[in-house]
């Protein structure tokens, strides 16, 4: 009987855990450095130009013109840059599409 409690408890315990936030956004690295203030920004597949704020954790690769990637994005709120090409996210997932 314990065994069993112990079993379902475990199981409980790892049924509660949140998910990571995976990458699940496809989209392209554009190079926009021809346009004042700008640097690499993001394009989705929809053809909206997101800018990039921070990275919860620096990517692993370095960034090239025109490269497929996923991503997983939230906005920032009351950003502002010179760039001025979309809004400005938070990047919590980026990795090279495969």
Same mark, same amino acid.
């Given at each position: 009987m314990q065994r069993a409690f112990f079993c379902f408890s475990l199981l409980l315990l790892f049924a509660c855990e949140e998910e990571a936030p995976g990458c699940d956004t496809p989209a %392209? @690295?554009?190079d926009y450095a021809g346009l004042d203030g700008c640097g690499f920004v993001l /394009? @989705?597949?929809d053809g909206e130009v997101l800018e990039m704020g921070t990275f919860d954790q620096e990517p692993d690769f370095a960034f090239e013109d025109s490269l497929k990637i996923n991503?997983?994005?939230e906005p920032m709120d009351n950003m502002a840059s /010179?760039? %001025?090409v979309g809004p400005i996210v938070r990047i919590t997932c980026i990795e090279k599409a495969e």
């Open positions: %392209m @690295l554009i /394009v @989705l597949e991503v997983s994005y /010179v760039c %001025m």
